[in-house]
């Protein structure tokens, strides 16, 4: 078992930054992909971000890609989301999600967090 628990949302303003944690714990392999998801009312969710924890590569979403960041921590265990230049459409429940083996493209997690909402106002 791999357990997830994000942190970091909060209230911005549109143009503002924000940077979401998630910590791993539990069974840890060398060889998962830990990835961020958000979801609002309404709406499927939507995949954002993903990392190769045994190598750091990593894949985004076309929305967010030169705004956001995804980085990890090998010693603390933790995967981090740098969100720049919010927009209203950025507002949503973001998860942080696991997977063990697959590649950087596949979007089928195994784990998931309890979610962290990111509220961005104009």
């Known amino acids: 078992q791999v357990q997830l628990v994000e942190s970091g949302g909060g209230l911005v303003q549109a143009g503002d930054s924000l940077r979401l944690s998630c910590v791993v714990s539990?069974?840890?392999?060398?060889?998962?992909?830990i990835g961020w998801f958000r979801q609002t009312i309404g709406k499927e969710r939507e995949f954002v971000a993903t990392?190769?924890?045994?190598?750091?590569?990593?894949r985004y979403a076309d929305s967010v890609k030169d705004r956001f960041t995804i980085s990890r921590d090998n010693v603390k265990n933790t995967v981090y989301l740098q969100m720049d230049n919010l927009k209203p459409e950025d507002m949503a429940v973001y998860y942080c999600?696991?997977?063990?083996?697959?590649?950087?493209?596949?979007?089928?997690?195994?784990?998931w967090g309890q979610g962290t909402q990111v509220t961005v106002s104009l």
């Open positions: 539990g069974r840890t392999y060398s060889w998962y992909f």
């Open positions: 999600a696991a997977r063990v083996g697959g590649s950087l493209y596949d979007t089928n997690f195994d784990y």
């Open positions: 990392i190769n924890w045994n190598n750091g590569r990593r």
